[in-house]
């Protein structure tokens, strides 16, 4: 362990560090996305439409669940423990100013018109976040009365259950993607990538040099999960990506063609190009 954990046994010991890594992976994923919808909207569009629904979508089937599922299982333990019960109550509330945005979000006309919300999104579910991995989990986990381990598994359980019910729906959602995909290509639109290799003007940049480096891979997913086919994402690193390179790859096998645009030694730059 990098830093000190304190729990009332090994087992919740464990589950606290799987539960803030958990968070981190959200986090970064929507990080990811929230910078590539701001991105797009000045540059390209068409893409940020497709990058507006995705984000919208990762909300619905991810971050969403994970709030309504805290709730049910982890909250009301923490919400018995005196020192916790307005922390918990203000949590709740939160994730009413969650849902909130999200709606606006779903409801905006435009990527233009989502923009501040999706950042507003990103910074309260990163503050949000904060609060539970230093208060909320350390609560449950130094509590003898309490098996973080028994919660956790409770909380997964019901997202598990979510996301069984959530399939036949992202099925459907995938067909007509794919059917729009497909009249976008026929209709020409190249969406940034000209088939020579070379980096276009409009493709969009995510520096993570200044992210953190909790939530750096998972920025760096969801961003690549929000760009659509035909088009492409410059990643610039302070040093030569090769660890994150093998996870791509192993995370969504052949999608993303990879070109080295710049090697060091003060930045690497990497075109990714989506299949």
Known sequence: MSVLTLASDPQDAAALELAEA????????????VTMLLTAVDRDPSAAEKIHAGLVAFCGSALLPHAAAEEAALYPAAHR????????EGLIGEHRCLTALVDALRAAPAPADAAADARALQVLFEEHLAKENGLVLPLLAMSPEVSLTELLAVMHQRLATTTSAQDAQEDQDNEERHDMEEEFEETGGCGGVCGCGAQDEDDP?????????????????????????????VLIAHHDPLPLLAQ???????????QYLERGPEAWRLRFSHR
């Open 81 to 88: 423990m005196p020192e916790a019960r307005l922390l918990i």
């Open 248 to 258: 791509i790859e192993q995370r969504r096998p052949g999608v993303f063609g990879v």
């Open 22 to 33: 958990h968070h981190a992976r959200l986090a970064g994923e929507l990080a990811g996305r």
């Open 205 to 233: 940049e995510l520096d993570v040099r200044e992210v953190p480096h909790a939530i750096r891979h998972a920025t760096v997913f969801g961003a690549l999960d929000a760009i659509p086919e035909g088009t492409a994402l």
